[in-house]
């Protein structure tokens, strides 16, 4: 989908790459632009921990000359991106959303960072995150909680826990961003604020460089305007990488060629009746039209009745966080003098008691699980369900003993690939999202179904009121 927006803070980064080529529009003009909108909303947004501002400006300088004079690097050279506050740049302080690392200064750069830069895009600044990549609901005690653009008035989880990615991209103050999705990190802020995301199969996109919470379940993942902004940022930074060794079992395919060849014959998996319990009115609603919607574009919609509920799946995928996330940062958690979000310490400290044989039963657990699945979904394209039980909830109301990713973390313990497209907004005017979930390393697949949906609907595009001008 293209989006009709002239202004360079809303437009689809394919669209300003396009209008960049052209000549028709600066990489100057655009990154004064974003930085600008940044100046002006970000003390209250708090999405970025960083701006990058003079050596983006100068990077916009550069690229402007190089297009000027045929010397691109790529069909993206001069597009500005933000990067979530867990990957590396060599140089550059990455924090992982913690004060105790607010000085810690990256050593390497991340091998999706570099193939970014590679590619001609200019890292406009760091986006906040939850401690350590460890929440859903976005919030953080001792950096600051990114604030949910759609409500200008009261104070909304931006989702996590790649809150600041989601809330720069929505608020017009980077036109895609980079998160990471271990349960949902990249789907729940993409759902909450209002934009495509894709949370991809393990092995698609190193993770070289980018601090880890589990190395079993971490995917970095695109967060983004359009489905199909969606689709080239990670052809970018998917594909084989020495230095992170899941990347050379598979090649990667292309979704681009299959991207817009529709929904019609293809089988999609409903959910059924018990799962449906305890998802607000308005995003139940959302999802059933989502469902009409693909019938009237030709798929077949199917109820499948699960082997096991998504909270049986929500549990097992947290014991292998637990205890992963306890073995990367238990050092740091269990020192009582530092300043750990107290809402995250207790959600690291699930695997600290965890003996070695249960962990390794938590691994076995997955693998069960993921051939059960595989079984009950054989023969189905498509896996639909909303990526959030409710829209954004007021921060202050937050439980934080609870989790929003219901939903969500069925596709990390069963190893699937799985987009997010806004699919509606409720009576408050908050965005809901779809969630498209397919087997693993069918990224082209969930692509393609979640840009059907977007092209048949008017809900991407739309601005947060109140950040239009």
């Known amino acids: 989908m293209t989006t009709s927006n002239t202004d360079p803070a809303f437009m ?22 974003f930085l600008e909108r940044i100046e002006r909303y970000d003390e209250k947004l708090h999405a970025y921990v960083t701006v990058y501002a003079d050596e983006a400006r100068q990077a916009a300088e550069a690229a402007a000359t190089a297009i000027r004079t045929g010397h691109a690097v790529g069909p993206f050279h001069g597009v500005p991106i933000a990067l979530k506050d867990i990957i590396d740049m060599s140089g550059r302080v990455t924090t992982g959303g913690s004060k105790v690392w607010d000085e810690r200064v990256s050593a390497t750069t991340a091998t999706l960072a570099a193939r970014l830069i590679s590619a001609g ?16 609901w976005g919030t953080n005690e001792h950096m600051g909680t990114a604030w949910n653009p759609w409500d200008l008035e009261v104070q909304r989880a931006p989702g996590g826990s790649s809150a600041g990615s989601g809330v720069s991209v929505a608020a017009g103050m980077a036109p895609w961003a980079i998160g990471t999705d271990t349960g949902g990190s990249v789907r729940l802020p993409s759902a909450w604020c209002g934009l495509a995301g894709l949370k991809v199969t393990v092995g698609r996109i190193s993770t070289h460089g980018v601090l880890p919470l589990s190395h079993t379940l971490d995917t970095p993942g695109p967060m983004c305007r359009t489905v199909e902004d969606a689709a080239h940022l990670y052809m970018v930074m998917a594909g084989a990488d020495p230095l992170d060794p899941k990347t050379m079992i598979h090649g990667v395919e292309d979704p681009l060629p299959t991207l817009k060849r529709g929904v019609a014959g293809l089988r999609l998996a409903a959910l059924p009746a018990s799962e449906r319990a305890g998802v607000e009115a308005d995003v139940l609603a959302a999802y059933d039209e989502s469902l009409a919607l693909f019938k009237r574009l030709g798929a077949s919609i199917e109820v499948v009745e699960l082997p096991h509920s998504f909270d049986s799946l929500g549990a097992a995928t947290g014991r292998i966080i637990g205890c992963e996330g306890y073995f990367h940062v238990g050092e740091v958690v269990d020192d009582l003098a530092l300043p750990v979000d107290s809402a995250v310490r207790p959600r690291i400290w699930l695997g600290r008691d ?15 699980l993921k051939a059960e699945f595989q079984a009950a979904l054989a023969g189905y394209d498509a896996w639909l369900s909303p990526t959030t039980a409710t829209a954004a909830p007021v921060v202050a109301d937050i439980d934080q003993g609870q989790t929003p990713a219901i939903f969500t973390r069925a596709a990390n313990i069963l190893e699937m690939c799985a987009a997010t497209v806004p699919n509606g907004f409720t009576s408050a005017g908050l965005p809901s999202g779809l969630m498209i979930a397919c ?31």
């Open 354 to 368: 965890v003996s070695a044989r249960d962990y390794q039963r938590a691994l076995a657990t997955q693998q069960s």
């Open 121 to 136: 895009m200019i890292v406009i600044g760091k986006t906040h995150t939850v401690e350590f990549a460890m929440g859903g």
């Open 12 to 33: 689809a980064a394919t669209d300003m790459a396009a209008e960049m080529a052209a000549g028709r529009l600066s990489p100057v003009t655009v990154m004064d632009r």
């Open 439 to 469: 087997a693993g390393l069918d990224e082209a697949t969930a692509l393609r179904v979640a840009w059907a949906h977007e092209n048949a609907t008017d809900v991407t595009g739309r601005v947060p009121p109140g950040l239009e001008a």
